[in-house]
């Protein structure tokens, strides 16, 4: 069955230091994959995806995410964290063959140390 | 252009009731999607409607329906509440069914259940 993993459940980080937060992914074939934020009071915002190509995808705010096929991964990382870059982080795959229907991951709480 | 709009922002239920919650789609968008969030957890896909047809349902029983209006807001309603029910209910709109077309999610409804 397709899930996601996120292993951190809360990392704190310094401002101006850099940040990655790991994700897992199990999916039998190439996944479409997705990182999204949320802000308390806010719905979740796309930061970035993967379909094919480039293994390395840009998305907004400085964010950028890796897909490791060997390591079922798709970590996202940001080399100088901003205050306002405090938000629940959550990882997302496509369920297979299904468009627009996600499988998130359990999400991770990431704090922002001045 | 406005986005994504759910309402009641929150609502207090007892077990036994039922509820129903609403979403206004983006302008232009005809796919809608549902999710709950229960707390700490990531968005679990609960059914997908596009074109007022329901297009896809994840692990959630009967109880749990749905409508697209020919607007293409829609609605979750949700009958015999029980207390696992207490969650934020995230509704999110795109221009089709498919992961290309990104997807925007509204606030939520945070919905408790006694």
């Known amino acids: 069955a397709q899930s996601v993993t996120q292993p951190d459940i809360h990392i704190t980080v310094s401002e101006g230091a850099s940040l990655e937060l790991r994700c897992n992914y199990s999916?039998?074939?190439?996944?479409?994959l997705f990182w999204y934020v949320q802000s308390p009071g806010q719905g979740l915002q796309l930061l970035l995806k993967?379909?094919?190509?480039?293994?390395l995808v840009q998305g907004i705010k400085g964010f950028e995410a890796e897909f490791k096929r060997s390591q079922s991964s798709f970590n996202l990382r940001k080399p100088s964290v901003h205050w306002s870059d405090a938000a629940e982080y959550f990882c997302?795959?496509?369920?297979?063959?299904?468009?627009?229907?996600?499988?998130f991951g359990q999400g991770t709480e990431l704090s922002v140390k001045p | 252009e406005t986005g994504v709009t759910q309402s009641p922002t929150h609502l207090i239920k007892t077990r036994g009731q039922q509820v129903t919650l609403r979403c206004s789609s983006q302008?232009?968008?005809?796919?809608v999607s549902w999710y709950q969030q229960a707390l700490g957890q990531g968005p679990q896909f609960i059914f997908q409607?596009?074109?007022?047809?329901?297009?896809g349902r994840g692990n959630f029983p009967p109880r749990f329906s749905g409508l697209q209006f020919p607007n293409y807001s829609s609605e979750l309603n949700v009958n015999a509440l029980e207390l696992d029910d207490s969650a934020l209910y995230l509704c999110?709109?795109?221009?089709?069914?498919?992961?290309?077309?990104?997807?925007?999610f509204g606030p939520g409804t945070r919905l408790t259940v006694l």
């Open positions: 993967y379909f094919s190509g480039d293994t």
């Open positions: 999916y039998g074939a190439t996944p479409y």
């Open positions: 999110a709109s795109s221009l089709a069914q498919s992961s290309y077309n990104e997807q925007f």
């Open positions: 409607y596009y074109r007022e047809e329901e297009n």
């Open positions: 302008s232009g968008h005809n796919t």
């Open positions: 997302a795959v496509e369920v297979y063959n299904q468009g627009g229907k996600l499988i």
